[in-house]
């Protein structure tokens, strides 16, 4: 399929914020490392984010084939010497790891909304896009299958386990709303293969509202969209700060 110029940039735009959520979820998740409630898990959640890792490294590769750059350095460049302020990784991904039930929760409802969007993107008349959709499309579904026995365990566990579940939620749900905000407003996507943002978000919920209530939590009420990419923190700072500093020592060094 043949696109303009301004579809291209579009693209391009919404390639890297999925990019850019995937990096900092990535970077998140691994904080774990060591650290995760038991062993098996410890090296399952690393696993997890080494894979989330391989998908923004897919969508950069993408994003620079977009922009007729390397898709071998250029993706290294977004990721090391950009400032915080040039990132859209949204806010959701950016918010410190938390606790166990926090983190989990986090991934749950991201590995929900991404096998809403991969499977809509699987079958995008794009076919650099549909590739990529389908490439990780078959690691998410794995994820999903954990997150959501996690979930399950933690929510219909003790007195405590539900009370972490239930505050994480409550923290979480408002930050959703960003997830849906790639950039392109309301204007429709469907030359993509990408759902219109209210028609994406309500599948998203039908998906996750009865699996969370199954698993003894309450949803909130629907998150307003008042939340935007353009709106960045001091937790990505610092973030960015652990990120990027061993390549920002040696700026000419070959990885």
């Given at each position: 399929?043949?696109?303009?110029?301004?579809?291209?940039?579009?693209?391009?735009?919404?390639?890297?914020?999925?990019?850019?959520?995937?990096?900092?979820?990535?970077?998140?998740?691994?904080?774990?490392?060591?650290?995760?409630?038991?062993?098996?898990?410890?090296?399952?959640?690393?696993?997890?984010?080494?894979?989330?890792?391989?998908?923004?490294?897919?969508?950069?590769?993408?994003?620079?084939?977009?922009?007729?750059?390397?898709?071998?350095?250029?993706?290294?460049?977004?990721?090391?010497?950009?400032e915080p302020f040039e990132f859209r990784a949204s806010q959701?991904?950016?918010?410190?790891?938390?606790?166990?039930?926090?983190?989990?929760?986090?991934?749950?409802?991201?590995?929900?909304?991404?096998?809403?969007?991969?499977?809509?993107?699987?079958?995008?008349?794009?076919?650099?896009?549909?590739?990529?959709?389908?490439?990780?499309?078959?690691?998410?579904?794995?994820?999903?299958?954990?997150?959501?026995?996690w979930v399950r365990r933690l929510g219909l566990g003790t007195?405590?386990?539900?009370?972490?579940?239930?505050?994480?939620?409550?923290?979480?749900?408002?930050?959703?709303?960003?997830?849906?905000?790639?950039?392109?407003?309301?204007?429709?996507?469907?030359?993509?293969?990408?759902?219109?943002?209210?028609?994406?978000?309500?599948?998203?919920?039908?998906?996750?509202?009865?699996?969370?209530?199954?698993?003894?939590?309450?949803?909130?009420?629907?998150?307003?969209?008042?939340?935007?990419?353009?709106?960045?923190?001091?937790?990505?700072?610092?973030?960015?700060?652990?990120?990027?500093?061993?390549?920002?020592?040696?700026?000419?060094?070959?990885?």
């Open positions: 399929m043949n696109m303009t110029a301004e579809q291209i940039k579009q693209l391009a735009g919404i390639a890297l914020a999925m990019a850019d959520d995937e990096l900092i979820l990535a970077h998140r998740n691994s904080e774990w490392c060591g650290h995760a409630p038991i062993l098996e898990e410890d090296i399952a959640f690393a696993n997890l984010a080494l894979d989330e890792l391989g998908h923004a490294a897919l969508w950069y590769k993408l994003h620079a084939e977009l922009l007729g750059q390397d898709p071998e350095t250029y993706p290294d460049r977004l990721i090391f010497f950009r959701f991904v950016v918010l410190p790891k938390g606790d166990w039930a926090f983190s989990m929760l986090r991934q749950y409802l991201w590995d929900a909304l991404e096998s809403v969007r991969l499977e809509a993107l699987s079958a995008s008349p794009i076919e650099p896009l549909s590739q990529t959709a389908a490439k990780i499309r078959v690691e998410e579904v794995y994820h999903l299958l954990h997150t959501q026995a007195d405590e386990s539900n009370q972490r579940m239930q505050q994480a939620l409550d923290i979480l749900w408002p930050y959703c709303a960003q997830l849906f905000d790639l950039g392109s407003g309301e204007e429709d996507l469907s030359v993509f293969g990408l759902p219109k943002v209210e028609d994406e978000w309500n599948r998203w919920e039908q998906l996750v509202v009865p699996f969370l209530a199954e698993s003894g939590l309450t949803v909130p009420e629907k998150a307003q969209r008042t939340l935007s990419r353009s709106i960045q923190s001091q937790h990505l700072i610092d973030v960015l700060a652990e990120l990027q500093q061993v390549a920002r020592l040696e700026p000419q060094a070959r990885w």
